[in-house]
């Protein structure tokens, strides 16, 4: 997956976005080494619901709309595509979430194109470990390359949600929930997310942590923070494992470097990455919050465990969502997102029916009024 260099950019406010990455890119041997002219590039952002800038759940409007200007001068066509979560594939959703996310005047002031293109592909992936092909949106299968413009955020499921991560949304849709449905462990889930980053084969990923997100990650139940870099890589995995030393995330909670590792793939560990632009000691962001049941300590006890013991650990961890009726609209959207179905509407509230739920935590991810609280595990309860 590309070199193993990662370029890191001070950015104090989105006003410094197109200065810092013009910058960089020069440093990395300018643009025209990632587009040919009359290419069509996917900047691949992370749209995962129509959420406003501010709040830090998507990629900022003003690093697509940087990047959108910076492939049009090396002469290509940027196209600004994703699939949110929760949501059918319609060209009203994209609208709304392009209108919302401030894609749409990203695009208007950068001159690239918005995909309103609904459509499915059968994709092979030949390399893939837990998918051996796969449904994807047609502006990921059709583009002629791909730029992973991705948010550097926690998440409750997978510890962190960067370069990687960003590749599940090319899965179209309500698609994505049968994926969490057919692998409800988190490590069998890295893998499908690692299968379709492989597919995507990003040519630059960027990361855009000018305001990311920590606590209780990925969605409206996260906390923006303003942390004041961008990252550049022509590895995702090289961007993720910098990110995760500079966030802290304990090794254990990320499930994707995890994956990587298994399969060999390098580099999974910020040891075998080189930071170009500053030094780890001086970048490694303070006191970054991480979702409950990321617990440095707590990992570290469960690392020597094995086999069955370190099974009933998890479990006694593992959060369990519950609704808060106060304040649940019953807008239906945790139970269109549902895998295990098992969340019902009653009385205009949602109701979630612990025997059915497999803790893929879709609904926590996607609900927009902050109406899923995670409970915490047993183990996890009596240590705090
Ligand atoms: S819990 Fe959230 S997503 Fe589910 S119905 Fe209530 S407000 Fe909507
Ligand atoms: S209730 Fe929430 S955590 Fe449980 S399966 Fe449904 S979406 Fe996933």
């Known amino acids: ?33 990632f587009v040919k002219p009359g290419e069509r590039i996917l900047l691949k952002v992370n749209l995962l619901r129509p959420a406003p800038p501010e709040s830090a759940v998507c990629t900022h ?29 319609k060209e009203s959703v994209l609208r709304h979430l392009y209108e919302k996310t401030g894609m749409a005047r990203a695009a208007a002031q950068s001159g690239a194109e918005l995909s309103f293109d609904t459509s499915a592909r059968l994709v092979s992936l030949p390399r893939g470990r837990a998918l051996r092909q796969a449904e994807v949106i047609a502006p ?22 960067g370069a990687v991560k960003n590749s ?12 969490h449905g057919s692998h409800p462990d988190r490590q069998d889930f890295a893998d499908v997310v690692l299968d379709l980053t492989e597919f995507l084969a990003p040519r630059l990923s960027i990361m855009d942590g000018v305001l990311a997100m920590e606590g209780e990650g990925p969605g409206a139940s996260g906390t923006p923070r303003r942390v004041g870099l961008l990252l550049a890589s022509e590895s995702p995995l090289a961007l993720d494992a910098a990110a995760a030393e500079l966030m802290g995330l304990p090794r254990a909670s990320n499930p994707l470097l995890l994956a990587a590792q298994r399969r060999g793939l390098t580099p999974n560990r910020a040891e075998d990455v080189e930071l170009v632009g500053g030094s780890w000691d001086r970048l490694r962001i303070p006191d970054y919050r991480f979702p409950a049941n990321v617990r440095r300590d707590l990992m570290e006890f469960l690392g020597p465990l094995a086999g069955p013991a370190k099974g009933l650990c998890k ?6 969502p519950r609704i808060a009726p106060e304040r649940c609209v019953g807008c239906g959207i945790c139970r269109k997102a549902c895998p295990g179905r098992a969340i019902t509407l009653e009385g205009g509230r949602a109701r979630i029916h612990p025997g059915s739920c497999i803790r893929c935590y879709c609904c926590h991810e996607l609900c927009p009024q902050k109406a899923v609280a995670l409970k915490r595990g047993l183990l996890g309860r009596l240590l705090n």
């Not at 070199?3 to 041997?29: F, I, K, S, W």
């Not at 003003?62 to 929760?86: H, M, N, Q, Y």
């Not at 791909?146 to 955020?153: Q, S, T």
């Not at 599940?168 to 994926?179: A, D, M, N, R, T």
């Open 1 to 33: 997956m590309g070199t193993h260099q990662v370029y890191v950019m001070p950015c104090a406010d989105y006003g410094q976005t197109e200065a810092a990455l013009r910058n960089t890119l020069e440093r990395m041997g300018g643009m025209e080494r």
């Open 61 to 89: 409007p003003a690093v697509a709309a940087a990047v959108a200007a910076l492939v049009r001068e090396a002469g290509g066509t940027p196209v600004i595509a994703d699939s949110p979560g929760g949501a059918l594939q």
């Open 140 to 161: 990921a299968a059709e583009a002629d390359g791909v730029f992973d413009l991705c948010k550097m955020k926690t998440h409750v499921l997978m510890g962190m949600t």
């Open 168 to 179: 599940f949304g090319i899965i179209p849709g309500l698609s994505k929930v049968g994926f």
């Open 315 to 320: 479990a006694l961890l593992s959060q369990t």
